[in-house]
């Protein structure tokens, strides 16, 4: 996400990860960190951590791969519903309603039918094609995401 927002010159995006089962510490996969490099991104610096309460209250929009991984954050930080949200119910919202910020997408949410918050694959455990598409779906879905982060103010 933060390659994108350079693509477009957004300076005042900060991106962070966070597991609900992250081993803390652990670096990115290799598969992952080629296919991220191979998309513009930076994984200097990298090292996995556990998604804590504070981590969530601190950001302003939260992405998740699955509605598993949604509910892992919302079990953490209950209060977060109206900004967490799977990268495809997002996405989705970002490009169905092109007026909306990231205050409005809580309300939006039900426009979204299931089929459209389709979960990412995991590619752990997958060949480097694996990793590759699911990089691919995911860099797909990302520059709406981006623009409504600009709709939003974070320029």
Do not use: K, W, Y
């Not at 939260?62 to 598993?68: C, F, G, R």
């Not at 590619?123 to 779906?137: D, K, L, N, T, Y």
Request: hydrophobic share 45%.
């Amino acid at each position: 996400m933060a390659a994108f927002a350079r693509e477009l010159s957004v300076e005042n995006l900060v991106v962070s990860s966070a597991g609900s089962r992250a081993v803390v510490g652990q670096p990115i996969h290799p598969e992952a960190a080629l296919v991220l490099e191979g998309l513009g991104g930076d994984t200097s610096g990298f090292a996995a951590r556990q998604l804590t309460a504070r981590i969530a209250e601190a950001a302003d929009l939260i992405l998740t791969m699955t509605a598993h991984h949604r509910d892992a954050v919302l079990e953490r930080a209950p209060r977060l519903l109206r900004r967490t949200f799977t990268l495809s119910e997002a996405s989705r919202l970002a490009v169905a309603e092109q007026g909306a910020t990231m205050a409005d997408l809580g309300d939006l949410r039900a426009h979204v039918t299931e089929q459209q918050r389709a979960d990412i694959r995991d590619p752990i455990g997958g060949s480097a094609e694996v990793f590759q598409e699911v990089g691919a779906r995911i860099a797909s879905l990302l520059p709406p995401i981006v623009d409504l982060c600009v709709r939003s103010g974070l320029r």
